[in-house]
């Protein structure tokens, strides 16, 4: 080290006015110092104050320039080290080199602006403001379609240097470089240059970086990346590197142009190869890349055009694939191959053609697996796509005669939101317009005390929500004395008068539909309730709020028509100003909002 203390006392008295020899003696001396103990190196050189001194060196322009821009490089790879780099001017003389034709220069160059990036915001915004990576994006793309050595590993520091440059928290700089058309020029890059390991890396984290960002997205999906990265993912076989890709490929996927071209560019086969590959293995890369495969290849199913060209009327390989998965030991399999038959049922022909060839037993099955102590996920997974099957007309009556709605009623008990949210949306979808169904589970008090119990459960909307409308679906479609009472004696009236007020028009005329009913047929039984969660009132709020759509007004006084046979109701109707209130809708612009305004004027005139 007496050497290098040497070193740098000349340094500093020499470095204004020495000759390119002696300033050249003292370089190597630093960089062999750097090259034998970094940390130690770097800390006398950074006491040592000579930092200062290489904005002027960096100037120069000598035999020596790539020397410094060496030291730099080496000295900004110590997190300590890139601050005061910053602070003593380095940035600016640094990008100012980019515009040089010296190789090694260059090399140097873009190595200490990529050091003094790393991890550091503050090294990054001074590079931003130097303008280094438009020079950056510039080079690679008028050097990239060279593949000499030498040219290759130009191109690996400058990609680390955009690499280090993108990987920040504010999306700023990531938003920057994606305007300057960095995208197009790293694809093309790594397209051209996809054998070189090291570079191949130093893209995929870049695109990593930037792909998160919905505006990167399109701008991806111009290029052919999908192809390059597919091409790029064939070729790995070590798990790290295949890792790499996935955290490319998850992001990317969840553009629907670019899933349709990781479809088209092969992706799905090698998918279904990795999984086949690693389906019985207990090795933890193994559990991790399966979960990884399977859960993109759900994403690529996520498309609506992805989707069908894989579904391909039921003859798709990856569909076939999927319902073996469905009876597999392994939970992840049996999770992914749930999912994806949720989304090949987001159309009405695809739910119609698994519903005839049986698909419904192999969810049934599966349920029936996790009913005691289950798997969450997958109790959501296969409720979602039984759900979603449920939702064609001719589909309703074939589950419920293949027992859906008794399987669905194990997880009454079930203690998780989510599953309770998909039983209750697939309960809903299952008795739409089905009433001997809807009769069958209104007088389920088991149930019905359970709907109750969730109408209440504030801290899930969505599960109160459905909890709502599957009481009010209850009374609809089955129009039966018998279900009403059970709901009345569950205590489920003022959750349905409630339900009137919802900020959602159709969940608002649902349950006025419900009520109708419930005053049409068993009005003495819901007297007490109705009066209770003030029926009356709210229909008045309803009649006199204008925002109220036409068929929220029509049912409100059909309602209020129909509760005039109770005497507490009747009295509160005529001790509120209803008629005030019906007169002005004679003149509404829906016809038959007028109409029923007339009606129900007469009938308030004569009950008066």
């Known amino acids: 080290m007496d050497n290098l203390s040497d070193a740098l006392k000349k340094l500093k008295l020499t470095a204004a006015d020495s000759t390119v020899d002696s300033l050249e003696g003292c370089l190597d001396c630093l960089l062999q110092a750097l090259a034998q103990n970094n940390t130690e190196t770097s800390e006398k050189i950074l006491e040592s104050g000579i930092l200062r001194l290489f904005p002027n060196l960096l100037t120069s322009q000598s035999s020596c320039t790539a020397k410094v821009a060496n030291i730099v490089a080496d000295v900004a790879k110590n997190e300590f080290m890139r601050s005061p780099c910053v602070d003593a001017g380095l940035v600016p003389p640094l990008v100012q080199l980019l515009n040089f034709d010296d190789q090694e220069v260059l090399l140097q160059t873009g190595r200490a602006l990529g050091n003094i990036c790393y991890d550091s915001h503050e090294g990054r915004r001074a590079v931003e403001e130097a303008g280094g990576a438009q020079i950056i994006n510039d080079h690679i793309k008028s050097l990239c379609s060279i593949t000499t050595p030498a040219n290759q590993k130009l191109m690996t520091v400058f990609c680390g240097m955009l690499m280090n440059y993108s990987n920040d928290d504010d999306d700023t700089l990531q938003t920057q470089l994606i305007s300057m058309g960095v995208i197009p020029t790293l694809v093309k890059l790594l397209g051209i240059h996809c054998v070189n390991a090291a570079l191949t890396e130093m893209c995929l984290v870049a695109f990593g970086n930037l792909a998160e960002l919905e505006s990167s997205k399109e701008q991806f999906a111009s290029t052919n990346v999908a192809e390059?990265?597919?091409?790029?993912?064939?070729?790995?076989?070590?798990?790290?590197?295949?890792?790499?890709?996935?955290?490319?490929f998850a992001p990317l996927a969840e553009n629907?142009?670019?899933?349709?071209?990781?479809?088209?560019?092969?992706?799905v086969e090698l998918l279904l190869q990795i999984v086949e590959v690693t389906e019985n293995s207990d090795k933890d890369d193994d559990v991790a890349q399966l979960k990884t495969a399977s859960d993109l290849l759900v994403l690529l199913l996520l498309g609506d055009e992805s989707m069908q060209?894989?579904?391909?009327?039921?003859?798709?390989?990856?569909?076939?694939?999927v319902l073996s998965w469905l009876p597999s030991n392994n939970h992840q399999l049996q999770l992914a191959g749930a999912l994806s038959i949720a989304n090949f049922a987001r159309n009405d022909g695809n739910c119609i053609h698994m519903v005839d060839n049986g698909i419904v037993t192999k969810l049934l099955d599966l349920l029936d697996r996790h009913v005691e102590d289950g798997n969450v996920t997958v109790q959501h997974a296969a409720l979602s796509a039984l759900r979603n099957l449920a939702i064609p007309v001719v589909n309703k009556a074939k589950m419920l005669s293949a027992g859906v709605a008794e399987e669905v009623l194990k997880f009454l008990k079930s203690e998780m939101p989510p599953v309770q949210f998909k039983l209750l949306g697939t309960l809903r979808m299952l008795i739409d317009a089905q009433a001997d169904a809807a009769?069958?589970?209104?007088?389920?008090?088991?149930?019905?005390?359970?709907?109750?119990?969730?109408?209440e459960a504030k801290d899930h909307a969505g599960v109160m929500g459905e909890s709502n409308r599957l009481l009010s679906a209850l009374i609809r479609h089955s129009k039966s004395k018998d279900v009403i009472r059970v709901i009345v004696q569950s205590g489920g009236v003022k959750h349905l008068v409630t339900m009137a007020t919802s900020e959602h028009v159709i969940m608002q005329n649902e349950a006025l539909v419900a009520l109708g009913l419930i005053a049409a047929l068993e009005l003495g039984t819901a007297e007490k309730d109705l009066e209770n969660a003030k029926l009356v009132q709210v229909l008045h709020r309803l009649l006199s709020d204008e925002r109220s759509a036409p068929e929220i007004k029509y049912n409100s006084m059909v309602l209020?028509?129909?509760?005039?046979?109770?005497?507490?109701?009747?009295?509160?109707v005529m001790t509120l100003a209803f008629m005030d209130v019906v007169a002005k809708l004679r003149s509404h612009e829906n016809k038959t909002v007028a109409q029923q305004a007339s009606l129900t004027e007469q009938r308030l005139a004569v009950e008066s």
Do not use: T
Request: include cysteine; aromatic fraction near 6%; charge should be negative.
């Open 228 to 248: 390059v990265l597919v091409q790029i993912f064939k070729k790995q076989a070590e798990h790290e590197k295949k890792e790499m890709i996935f955290e490319v």
């Open 256 to 267: 629907d142009i670019i899933k349709i071209q990781l479809v088209e560019a092969g992706l």
């Open 309 to 321: 060209k894989l579904f391909d009327g039921g003859k798709g390989s990856i569909f076939q694939v």
């Open 439 to 455: 009769e069958q589970l209104g007088k389920n008090v088991k149930l019905v005390e359970r709907l109750v119990e969730w109408c």
């Open 560 to 572: 209020i028509c129909a509760v005039m046979g109770s005497e507490p109701l009747h009295k509160e």
